[in-house]
């Protein structure tokens, strides 16, 4: 097997995304056209940008080779750019020495976790690669859509033929606007608040961190309001609201649930939950994982929406947005090969979870009971 070192050409590829319902894709054309650029030969698999609106000819255009199927991308490519975790069917097909660059969550997949250690191949996770200055650089433009996406969709569930309350966002002359709750101000609350402003919403954004409630007060004071979230102050917003959403991380952890069953019976009848925290459990203690396809439920008389993977409704957006995050880094890995680009790069190293038959994050480690290994360790820094 050709093993790649610094300064050769590499060949790149991407698939067309098998996970249901999922649109987006790993490279767009100007990423093939950035590589191409710099020597390397970029191989997509046809078909692979359509969900996103690039056509085959889009990328042979950049300068793509395009692939009959995804097992010829599989097989050649030294790099397989992606946007979901490896779908089981694509796991058989990773090999020794092969680099994968994509969103992983390995920590609550166990299974997904022993097909990438027993393929020999070196894995980078899009959601562990860290920013100077805090901040997660390739997750925070999915969060930038879904914060976007949340009052978009919230104020659909909010129409009375979705079960809603039958509350127009704005209002109208004479009328108040819709009273929406955001619980954390981090970067999907911070968006999901400037949205639903900009709906002419009355919004409260709600953060147990006092600093992030300083910088929105200072940055955001006329359009919206802060609160410290304590529990009786939650409760207090939560009951008035037309519409909440759900917006709190702790890295690493399930999310802390600061909606029960119980206050449902408190709430105004027909409000919405938006629970954008899903992913990571949902922060409401009555939400569940919705798809694109059945998106609301009702409990108690409140609309649920909890879609796990809210970018995908926008794919076009949400492609371009994770293209122009991840293309500095796939550009670094292919030019220096990833050893070099780990060493170089320490917030990149940290995205490192597999490399030959060895898991290489503790939060990964801790959450399945296995021991780990350092990239420095790997990288003999
Ligand atoms: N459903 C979907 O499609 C998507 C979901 N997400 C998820 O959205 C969530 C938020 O992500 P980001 O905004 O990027 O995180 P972030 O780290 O930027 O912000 C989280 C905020 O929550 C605050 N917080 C933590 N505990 C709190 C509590 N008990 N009460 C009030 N505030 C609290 C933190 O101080 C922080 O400001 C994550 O779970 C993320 O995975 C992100 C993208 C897409
Ligand atoms: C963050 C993530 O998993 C997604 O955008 O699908
Ligand atoms: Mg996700």
């Given amino acids: 097997m050709k093993v790649y ?18 649109f987006r894709v790993g490279l767009t054309p100007h990423a093939v056209a950035e590589a191409v650029a710099h020597g390397h030969e970029v191989l997509v ?37 992606k ?11 990773l090999r020794e020495g092969q680099l994968l660059f994509t969103y992983l969550h390995l920590a609550p997949d166990a299974p997904q976790t022993n097909d990438l250690l027993k393929s020999g191949a070196t894995c980078i996770a899009y959601e562990t690669v860290t920013a100077l200055g805090g901040g997660l650089p390739l997750l925070a433009p999915m969060s930038e859509v879904a914060g976007r996406l949340a009052p978009q969709v919230g104020s659909w569930a909010l129409q009375k033929a ?10 109208v002359p004479g009328v108040l606007p819709a009273k929406v709750v955001v619980i ?22 709600l953060d147990r961190s006092l600093p992030r409630l300083r910088y929105l007060d200072d940055v955001f004071g006329g359009q919206f309001k802060t609160a410290y979230a304590s529990a009786a102050e939650t409760k207090a917003a939560i009951v008035a609201a037309d519409m909440v959403v759900g917006a709190v991380l702790i890295p690493g952890a399930a999310a802390p649930k600061l909606v029960s069953r119980a206050d449902l019976a408190d709430m105004r009848p027909g409000a919405v939950l938006v629970d954008v925290a899903i992913d990571q459990g949902g922060c409401f203690e009555t939400s569940k994982a919705t798809t694109h396809q059945d998106p609301i439920y009702e409990v108690d008389g409140i609309v649920h929406y909890c ?11 949400s492609t371009l947005a994770l293209g122009n995050a991840t293309m500095p880094f796939v550009i670094a890995l292919a030019n220096k090969g990833w050893r070099q680009a780990c ?8 995205g490192l979870n597999v490399h030959a038959g060895q898991p290489t994050y503790a939060a990964v480690g801790v959450a399945q009971g296995i021991e780990t290994v350092t ?3 790997i990288l003999g820094l």
Avoid: C
């Fill in 5 to 22: 070192s610094e300064g050769e050409e590499m060949l790149i590829g991407t698939v067309t995304e098998i996970k249901p319902q999922e």
């Fill in 45 to 81: 698999q046809a078909g692979a940008g359509v969900g996103a609106g690039f056509s085959d000819e889009d990328y042979a255009a950049a300068g793509a080779r395009l692939a009959p199927d995804a097992a010829t991308v599989w097989a050649e490519a030294e790099m397989v750019v």
């Fill in 83 to 93: 946007v979901k975790e490896p779908q089981a069917g694509e796991r058989a097909q």
């Fill in 162 to 171: 979705n079960g809603g309350r039958g509350v127009l966002m704005g209002g």
């Fill in 184 to 205: 954390g101000g981090g970067v999907v609350g911070t968006q999901a608040a400037k949205v639903a402003a900009g709906m002419g919403a009355d919004v409260t954004v």
């Fill in 307 to 317: 879609v796990a993977n809210m970018p995908g409704a926008v794919a076009r957006t």
């Fill in 343 to 350: 060493i170089d790069d320490a917030h990149l190293r940290a």
């Fill in 375 to 377: 990239p420095e360790a």
